[in-house]
């Protein structure tokens, strides 16, 4: 199946970042990762992103 090309703006971006029992975050990787510490946490993130103006990337933008 082919994944078809967008186009579009990045309007906000979060990036959120936080401390894990690497015991925990251990359970959730796949192998063979293994988690890193700092401090003795394991550190994970998620990231927001909010777009604006998605089109197909043949689509003109006045089309869309």
Do not use: E
């Not at 970042?17 to 994970?44: E, K, M, S």
């Amino acid at each position: 199946m082919r994944i078809p090309t967008i186009r579009g703006t990045i309007d906000r971006r979060i990036l959120a970042n936080f401390r894990v029992d690497p015991r925990i975050l251990a359970t959730i990787l796949p192998a063979p990762f293994r988690p890193q510490t700092v401090a003795g946490y394991g550190i994970a993130g998620i990231c927001l992103i909010r777009l604006k103006h998605i089109r197909p990337k043949s689509f003109s933008a006045w089309l869309a």
